[in-house]
């Protein structure tokens, strides 16, 4: 069985693989405050709830956007796996060309599922992550990432709102029951919602146009996608496990 982990800003995505076949996926929030031990313990405990063991794990890749948590992992698994995680990175087969101005700064997370995209999907493509940030980026028919849109994800812009406001208060991210908002609940949930989803569709169009490809696979994923989804005018794929199943993809590459 492989172990595929995604550590995110908010939350680490674990899934276990065999046989290219996902059995089970499961979070764990990302704290820089907790120690080896505690996530060890904490991995090992939702494997057994899991009925997966521990010793069947025989491999285990990693992308990860915060790189205070790499030593963490690195150190867990070794201790409580006794296996060494290949990470997503520099040097790392993944057969996706990465064509921007700086590749290093390219996040994991958005080669991992430009790389599950072009295997499950084809190319050309547009890769949609919605999570701490909302990423949309384009992969060419010629498999090369060449660029996208970052922009704050729906807890992130609107927990910035909440702060600098006196007046309003922290809003649950729920469907409005209109576009036009009655309160100030709904009002804030319509521009969560809808105005999220606008702008996803706006983007979509735009990047369509600026490359000249009316047809071409969007696909889809992220915690915030669950919702989301529904609201957009746009054809997209939707894939809750999209990152899961590049990191497994990557990892048989690199054997």
Known sequence: MILCIDIGNTNC???????DSLLTCFRLESKLSQT????????LELLKFHNLERQKIEGVIISSVVPPLDGTFEKMLVKYFNLKPLFVGPGTKTGVRISVDNPKQVGADIIVGAVASIQKYGTPTIIIDMGTAITL???DDKKELVGGVI??????????LFKNT??????????????????TVSCIQSAMVHGTSAMIDGLIRKIKKEIGIEKINVVLTGGESRLIQHFLEEE????????????????????
């Open 36 to 43: 080896i031990d505690e996530y060890g313990v904490k991995v």
């Open 137 to 139: 980026f384009y992969v």
């Open 151 to 160: 922009a704050p994800g729906i807890r992130t812009g609107f927990g910035g």
């Open 166 to 183: 006196a007046r309003l208060e922290e809003v649950k991210l729920h469907q409005p029951p209109s576009v036009i908002g009655r309160d």
């Open 236 to 255: 997209v794929i939707y894939d809750e496990d999209l990152l899961m199943e590049g990191l497994n993809i990557i990892y048989k590459k690199n054997q």
């Open 13 to 19: 995505v674990f899934g276990v693989f065999e046989n």
